[in-house]
């Protein structure tokens, strides 16, 4: 069964700091990763989607690795600013398991002081 | 097409009500899914519809619940006789068939209280 970890579950930093956010798998059989953010009592916005033939993707201050084989992935925000400060969650598609739907871990609280 | 909507925002009832929330999925997406997420815990996959056809159940769907997508576009999400451990926000997203090649947009979400 796959199961999806994220460390640490809070992070408290100040502005302008390069951060790195982990998230760790256990079944490497996966079909893609995809970061989202979210908001308190908002909805999920998705970061960056990496694909199983991918290693990264990059989007703006956003850079997102897969290493399928260690099971991780991590995600580097640069250059971190106050409006950063959200729940970040990784979530992992296995095919194995017959159907398309993600399995999230439980996220990494982020609060950037200014 | 301006992506996933979920309606209502907000939902307070009583226990023992029933509530329906709805979910119109990006045009093109054909598969739908609801999950469902608790205060601090990342959300839990309910259920998910390719077209009208619901494919799979999470055994989280208990009875009570029941989803319906009926022409394919829009979905619904019942929860009869309502219990304060259904407090929860509800998720909708959707995706196209080929999910590795755009993964999951997913709507604002409809916070579910049961006093």
């Known amino acids: 069964k796959q199961e999806v970890t994220q460390i640490p579950a809070a992070l408290s930093v100040p502005e302008g700091e390069n951060l790195v956010l982990n998230c760790s798998f256990t079944d490497s059989a996966i079909y893609n990763l995809q970061w989202f953010r979210q908001d308190p009592g908002k909805g999920l916005t998705s970061l960056l989607l990496i694909q199983s033939s991918q290693r990264e993707q990059t989007s703006g201050r956003l850079n997102a690795s897969l290493d399928k084989s260690s099971g991780r992935s991590t995600l580097y925000i640069a250059a971190s600013q106050p409006g950063d400060s959200a729940t970040y969650l990784c979530?992992?598609?296995?095919?194995?398991?017959?159907?398309?739907?993600?399995?999230f871990g439980t996220g990494t609280r982020l609060k950037v002081l200014a | 097409d301006t992506g996933v909507s979920q309606d209502p925002r907000h939902k307070i009832t009583k226990r023992g009500q029933n509530v329906t929330f709805r979910c119109d999925p990006i045009s093109e997406h054909n598969r739908l899914y609801w999950y469902r997420q608790t205060l601090g815990q990342g959300p839990e996959f309910l259920t998910y519809?390719?077209?009208?056809?619901?494919?799979?159940k999470s055994r989280l769907l208990s009875d009570r619940f029941s989803a319906e997508r009926p022409k394919g576009s829009f979905s619904t999400l019942e929860i009869q006789r309502t219990e304060q451990g259904d407090s929860a926000m509800y998720l909708c997203?959707?995706?196209?068939?080929?999910?590795?090649?755009?993964?999951?947009?997913f709507g604002s979400g409809t916070r579910l209280t049961v006093v």
């Open positions: 519809f390719q077209n009208e056809a619901q494919l799979e």
């Open positions: 979530a992992v598609i296995n095919p194995l398991t017959g159907t398309y739907k993600y399995i």
């Open positions: 997203a959707s995706s196209l068939t080929a999910v590795k090649s755009g993964g999951y947009t």
